[in-house]
């Protein structure tokens, strides 16, 4: 972990720094940083970026320094939950709650959504939409 979270940039050219600004701030798309960066081969240059140590922990101590720390981390909420599941004092429905946030966090419960299109390239199409948890419903498009 870096100590002085300041200097999170220390070490890095003006370019590098462009870059890991710009890849934090897209949410990691390593191609629009280089060219943002002003890389003249953005493509394999973005690339090799992210396998470079300095700015790996570049990114990495930005990260730092814009979290705030008031704010839950996934990993947090998830503990806190399975605590919270696992505590005998609480009661049933309590404990299930917590189990069911947990299932939810962790994608246990992600509803199954199959489409039928059927209809011909320039007229009416028909799209049904099945799922377990909703009625099957027909839309008609054009």
């Known amino acids: 972990m870096i100590d002085n979270v ?8 003006e370019r590098q720094r462009k870059f ?8 990691g ?12 081969k953005p493509h394999p240059q973005g690339a090799e970026n992210l396998q470079k140590p300095t700015i790996q922990k570049a990114i990495e101590a930005l990260r730092l320094t814009t979290t705030n720390d008031a ?6 909420r998830q503990r806190t939950w399975t605590a919270l599941m696992r505590n005998e004092l609480l009661t049933p429905m309590e404990r299930m709650k917590a189990s069911e946030l947990l299932g939810k966090a962790q994608g246990d419960f992600i509803d199954r959504v199959e489409n039928n299109v059927s209809g011909n390239a320039g007229g009416v199409w028909t799209v049904q939409i099945v799922s377990p948890t909703r009625k099957p419903e027909s839309i008609e498009m054009e």
């Open 6 to 13: 300041t200097t999170w940039n220390e070490g890095l050219s």
């Open 20 to 27: 890991v600004e710009a890849y934090s701030a897209n949410g």
């Open 29 to 40: 798309n390593a191609l629009a940083a280089a060219t943002v960066a002003g890389y003249s």
């Open 71 to 76: 704010i839950a981390t996934r990993e947090e």
